[in-house]
């Protein structure tokens, strides 16, 4: 079995994918919508989900309703009435700012939500190719775009989430650095970093990229530092506490030793069975240890060290809630899974495995079930 052919131009290999996948993705929505098993008790033990769209509402709930889940809710409360309750601060105030930009024009935030995750995807797809042809043949980048894109709970990208919009703003600060252009890479780092926290995690690729050339022109490259300053800043003007006061009162997270989430995780997989904790243990050993194995460069191995600090030293209940998502945030790892991955079978074995757990989210959470 042969590699699927791949276009030259990662331009229009990005707007093909994210042409493709809205398509398949909206229209496994619609599909699906009319045998979902909605458990009303379970809908409304959620916030904001007084106004939801109704089943019976025919192809507005298909295309649009299913995708009102969690996250989203609380990203479209926040983008029309800003901070107003302690919750609200662990979101941070990009995405729901451009929400809000854009409702007007799009007819309803969520409409401007799915948007915007929806050219984010573009952008996202176009930058990791861009970045990675600077070191890696064509054939192990197409590799990694086509796992990126099959990868379990990466539905997400294209769902009221700013994941896609995070992870395009943590690429191209490092395309832009690598090119030399350096108050784009800044900036650009310091939208990540205002997009949700692990966005601070890009200032490390900027500091190794910097310290490489050790050139008075990189300075600007430290803009993106300032995201955490800004983010407390909008907290504290809103009259809330901070994330970390509302962690652990409202949100069942709190600081730990990164070595005691894991440990804790792994005694918990083997003496309790949890699918989902098994899921994302599975998730972080499978993007984790190709990046330290299968190095790269050294600013994608310091990069996913930190990402990984940062996912384990918030301890959650139940344990590593949503690891299989914030795992697509460590993005040169799928260059690395690419480049174990060369024999077709492998490939086409890890995309049957990815593609199916990836519906079986999907199902799941058109269901409502937290798995993302």
Request: hydrophobic share 55%; with cysteine.
């Amino acid at each position: 079995m042969s590699s699927p052919e791949k276009p030259a131009n990662p331009l229009i290999a990005a707007l093909i994918a994210t042409c493709a996948l809205r398509l398949v993705y909206s229209g496994l929505g619609a599909l699906l919508a009319p045998h979902l098993k909605l458990d009303p008790a379970l809908v409304r033990s959620n916030d904001f989900t007084g106004h939801l769209m109704a089943p019976d509402d025919g192809w507005p709930y298909r295309l649009l309703g299913v995708w009102e889940r969690f996250d989203t809710l609380w990203y479209l409360h926040i983008a029309e009435h800003g901070y107003d309750r302690p919750e609200a601060v662990v979101f941070f105030p990009l995405y729901p700012l451009l929400i809000k930009v854009l409702s007007p024009l799009l007819y309803t935030p969520l409409i401007a939500s799915l948007f915007i995750s929806t050219i984010s995807s573009f952008f996202l797809f176009w930058g990791f190719q861009k970045l990675l042809r600077l070191d890696l043949p064509d054939e192990t980048v197409w590799r990694a775009l086509i796992l990126f894109a099959a990868w379990p709970s990466s539905f997400i990208l294209f769902a009221g989430y700013p994941e896609s919009l995070l992870i395009a703003l943590m690429i191209w600060p490092v395309y832009f650095a690598r090119n030399g252009r350096w108050l784009l890479a800044g900036m650009l780092g310091l939208l990540a970093g205002l997009t949700k926290a692990v966005g601070f995690c890009v200032a490390v690729p900027l500091a190794v990229i910097a310290w490489r050339e050790k050139r008075w022109r990189t300075l600007p490259g430290a803009l993106c530092l300032l995201a955490p300053l800004i983010v407390a800043a909008i907290i504290k003007l809103s009259g809330q506490p901070l994330a970390s006061d509302a962690y652990p009162k409202h949100w069942k997270t709190e600081v730990a030793f990164p070595w005691s989430t894991l440990f804790a995780s792994i005694h918990q997989s083997f003496t309790t069975f949890d699918a989902l904790l098994i899921l994302n243990l599975a998730a972080l050993g499978a993007i984790f240890i190709p990046a330290f194995v299968k190095r790269l460069r050294p600013e994608y191995t310091l990069f996913a060290l930190a990402v990984l600090i940062l996912f384990l030293t918030k301890k959650t209940d139940p344990l590593l809630q949503s690891s299989a998502r914030y795992a697509m945030a460590v993005f040169p790892a799928f260059a690395s899974l690419a480049s174990i991955l060369k024999h077709p079978f492998l490939m086409a074995l890890a995309l049957l495995v990815m593609a199916l757990l990836n519906f079986i989210l999907l199902w799941s959470f058109f269901n409502w079930a937290l798995v993302v």
